[in-house]
């Protein structure tokens, strides 16, 4: 019996295994690029934009030990776009360091983070075929033990979808004991709310929780998180891509 497997389905099992069988340490060289060990297949309809929220000036929510959410999210963000690049996804980001992309004549700190937003909301939108996985840390002062990934979804088909899927997997991943459910994301968020590809925020711990921030300062810890977003979104690609064939 012949047993056909197609290239993305080996990816997401490369994904899926890559954390147990110590293919992170091999992955992640600090900034390294990497060669895709799978080349996309011609006419993949999709590229992901992997959005390391806030930067800069904008440092985003910050621990009790003075870790700012910016960092981790840059962290995060890196790991996940290398490994969809292995996996032979079709990746961009929208930051490779710790700046914003606001304009060049922005002045106040409020004229920089505007023109940022707009700058990812274009970026996005002029990008045929995109998906945005936009990494973010939540915080929560007032509840110092609440803790877990969570993931957020906009309006755009298929997002919903993709976010439940991403959720999932967190929970098995990192969330035992803390499980949660994707929700929609709020009005409020703009970027979210502006695209007009489909888009999923993952908020990837609480910084407002000490031994959850120490988790997601750990290299290994943000792998297995990583692997397990982007092992359902490859899940989820591969799907989309089946119903473009239809």
């Given at each position: 019996?012949?047993?056909l497997i197609r290239k993305r389905h080996v990816a997401y099992l490369v994904l899926l295994c890559c954390f147990v069988a110590g293919l992170s340490a091999v992955?992640?060289?600090?900034?390294?690029?990497?060669?895709?060990?799978?080349?996309?297949?011609?006419?993949?309809?999709?590229?992901?934009?992997?959005?390391?929220?806030?930067?800069?000036?904008?440092?985003?929510?910050?621990?009790?030990?003075?870790?700012?959410?910016?960092?981790?999210?840059?962290?995060?963000?890196?790991?996940v776009r290398d490994l969809l690049t292995f996996a032979g996804v079709p990746t961009t980001v929208t930051r490779e360091g710790d700046a914003a992309i606001y304009?060049?004549?922005?002045?106040?700190?409020?004229?920089?983070?505007?023109?940022?937003?707009?700058?990812?909301?274009?970026?996005?939108?002029?990008?045929?075929?995109?998906?945005?996985?936009?990494?973010?840390?939540?915080?929560?002062?007032?509840?110092?033990?609440?803790?877990?990934?969570?993931?957020?979804?906009?309006?755009?088909?298929?997002?919903?979808?993709?976010?439940?899927?991403?959720?999932?997997?967190?929970?098995?991943?990192?969330?035992?004991?803390?499980?949660?459910?994707?929700?929609?994301?709020?009005?409020?968020?703009?970027?979210m709310k502006e695209i007009t590809a489909p888009g999923v925020l993952v908020e990837c711990g609480f910084l407002s929780n000490a031994a959850e921030t120490a988790?997601?300062?750990?290299?290994?810890?943000?792998?297995?998180?990583?692997?397990?977003?982007?092992?359902?979104?490859?899940?989820?690609?591969?799907?989309?891509?089946?119903?473009?064939?239809?």
């Amino acid at each position: 019996m012949v047993i056909l497997i197609r290239k993305r389905h080996v990816a997401y099992l490369v994904l899926l295994c890559c954390f147990v069988a110590g293919l992170s340490a091999v992955l992640w060289h600090g900034n390294a690029a990497f060669t895709a060990a799978f080349a996309p297949e011609e006419g993949t309809p999709f590229t992901v934009v992997v959005d390391a929220g806030h930067g800069g000036e904008d440092g985003g929510a910050v621990a009790g030990d003075g870790t700012v959410e910016s960092g981790l999210n840059l962290a995060i963000a890196r790991r996940v776009r290398d490994l969809l690049t292995f996996a032979g996804v079709p990746t961009t980001v929208t930051r490779e360091g710790d700046a914003a992309i606001y304009d060049l004549g922005s002045a106040t700190l409020r004229e920089k983070k505007v023109s940022d937003l707009h700058n990812r909301v274009a970026l996005v939108d002029e990008l045929p075929g995109a998906v945005l996985l936009s990494i973010h840390q939540n915080s929560l002062p007032s509840s110092p033990s609440t803790r877990g990934a969570q993931v957020f979804w906009n309006r755009q088909e298929g997002a919903e979808e993709l976010a439940s899927s991403i959720q999932e997997a967190l929970n098995g991943a990192v969330n035992a004991g803390h499980e949660k459910k994707a929700a929609q994301v709020p009005s409020s968020v703009y970027l979210m709310k502006e695209i007009t590809a489909p888009g999923v925020l993952v908020e990837c711990g609480f910084l407002s929780n000490a031994a959850e921030t120490a988790l997601l300062q750990d290299e290994g810890y943000q792998q297995r998180l990583s692997a397990a977003v982007c092992g359902a979104l490859t899940e989820w690609l591969e799907g989309r891509g089946t119903e473009d064939e239809v």
